[in-house]
């Protein structure tokens, strides 16, 4: 598919069936999908068959219900691999989220290899999630977390960005989008520069994997964390990519079950990646159900995808930019489908409530970007974020709801 | 009008509201418009309840042995929130406030408009009017 017609959306839209619903007495108008997308029809039948035939643990099972599930799990690992075009499936962790996946990462490898004067480099857009582990485990080994610093247009520049690294940059830790923003930064090139001087770079690509054809291979990262309920997907599954050699390197992050080869009480002798990061019983149901969600992207296809999110977010700016009072945040060249804003007079908090009043689910707060909200000296923001199922009609209806807002504050 | 008094009037007045949210909150909008002005010396952060996702500010003092208190957000529906947490709790005595159950928010159905989000904010409110309560009734004992 490759032009967007009103007709292709309606066929999507009649894949998700919490989207025909009425919430408060109106038809629900979805815009919180940067912080849960919803799943089509596929994802909750591949989950209710999990549970209907194939439940039980995996890996260890003889029985035939454990072979079906093993093999539902690790078929997941492959569409994930191929998904993301990383070089071999051994480099694909589950995880129960992105958040998870920088943890991993910050305790398994940072705070192994981390010491006093070592500095690990984030952006000033970060979710709190690539925040707090840095500096926990700066906190743990003396390195120094040090901030690339975020315009009023809500970008970082890539000359700022390679002034501050050194030799001392060990680990440089960036967000792909932003997830308050929309701000799509220039990971590409800040993997090439942060390579050049030597430091390792792990992505956040949670709001990245669902608008973005992700390639490991040509992006060169490290590390690659993301989220499945960002991208159609259930809630819980996460994957953490890393190259094999880094993987090899960095110690289990978790012990228990699963990562083990063979344990007396002399000492443990540790499993082969990705295992020996699993410890314990995985969400299995929902990493399997996963795959589905995996494939409804594949037929969407990343070519709609985009289009159909950048005229939404086109006509957004349209038509939203001219409601009185209306104060865009952030405004990146490069910009996913989400719009951060706020409404002269009127708290972020009532607008959501009022919003809400008309069916129209949005975000508001700070997005666990509080440093990025204290930047723009604002304690939180209106985030409409689209999705591939949503419609201009909807946008339009928005529109005309916060217009509807706006003249009842000024009354 | 006793607290338990004043909470089941505000029980009976959002029953006749109804389940529209939209006119709901007109009507919590209309009560936090009605809260008298707090004066400004008290809008800082000494008089701020920590807590909540809005900014809420709150001070009391006594008159005849009754709690008196103030209150303002920068959210036009935390402030009519507070304005009903207010109208329970002012000219009641100390005694009264910290014996008291506040069960309003739930039986009146504007549990939904707290949320779970706010709930905890909602709880630091009356957690502080009580502290307030506590700290006047013991400055009166002192006092006498």
Known sequence: ?411 | MSIESKQDEIIEEFETLGDDKWFVLEYVDDLGKKLPEIPKEFMTEEYEVKGCQSKVWLNAELKNGKVVYCANSNTSTTKGLISLLVRVFSNESPNDILKSEVYFPEKSGLQRFIGTQRSGGFAAMIKQMKLYALALSSKSQTDA
């Open chain 1, 1 to 411: 598919m490759s032009v967007v017609t009103d007709i292709s959306v309606n066929e999507i839209r009649k894949q998700f069936p919490i989207l025909n619903q009425e919430v408060n007495g109106k038809p629900l108008i979805y815009f919180d999908n940067a912080a849960t997308s919803q799943t089509p029809q596929v994802v909750i039948d591949a989950l209710v068959n999990y549970y209907q035939k194939d439940n039980a643990n995996i890996h260890r099972g003889i029985h035939t219900l454990a072979e079906r599930a093993t093999t539902g799990f690790e078929a997941t690992r492959k569409a994930v691999q191929q998904f993301i075009n990383s070089n071999e499936v051994e480099e694909i962790v589950f995880t129960k989220g992105t958040s998870e996946g920088i943890n991993l990462v910050a305790q398994a490898y940072g705070r192994k290899f981390l010491k006093e004067g070592d500095e690990v480099l984030i952006t000033g857009m970060e979710h709190h999630s690539n925040i707090v582990p840095w500096q926990m485990v700066c906190d743990q080994t003396g390195a120094k977390l040090k901030v690339i610093p975020v315009d009023k247009n809500g970008e970082i520049s890539i000359d700022e960005f390679a002034s501050l690294l050194s030799e001392r940059t060990k680990i440089v830790s960036a967000v792909y989008i932003s997830n308050s923003l929309g701000t799509i930064n220039p990971v590409p090139q800040m993997i090439e520069l942060a390579h050049k001087a030597g430091a390792k770079v792990l992505v956040d690509g949670a709001q990245a994997a669902p608008h973005h054809q992700l390639d490991v291979q040509k992006l060169n990262c490290d590390w690659l964390a993301f989220s499945g309920h960002k991208m159609y997907g259930p809630t819980g599954v996460g994957v953490l990519y890393g190259k094999r050699q880094l993987l090899e390197k960095m110690d289990p992050y978790q012990g228990g079950g699963e990562m083990i080869k063979e344990v007396s009480f002399a000492g443990t002798s540790y499993n082969d990646i990705p295992y020996k990061f699993e410890a314990g019983t995985p969400n299995i149901a929902d990493v399997v159900a996963f795959k589905a969600a995996i494939q409804f992207m594949n037929e969407v296809g990343f070519e709609f995808l985009h289009h159909q999110e950048q005229t939404l977010l086109n006509k957004g700016r349209e038509i939203l930019f001219d409601i009185d009072g209306f104060l865009p945040i952030g405004n990146a060249k490069e910009k996913a489908s989400v719009i951060s804003f706020l409404i002269d007079g009127v708290h972020s908090f009532d607008l959501g409530m009022w919003l809400d009043a008309k069916g129209i689910a949005v975000r508001t707060g700070h997005h666990c970007t509080q440093p990025l909200m204290d930047h723009f000296n604002i304690d939180g923001t209106v985030r409409a974020s689209f999705a591939v199922y949503n419609t201009l009609e909807e946008v339009e209806r928005f529109a005309e709801a916060l217009t509807d807002i706006v003249k009842k504050f000024r009354k």
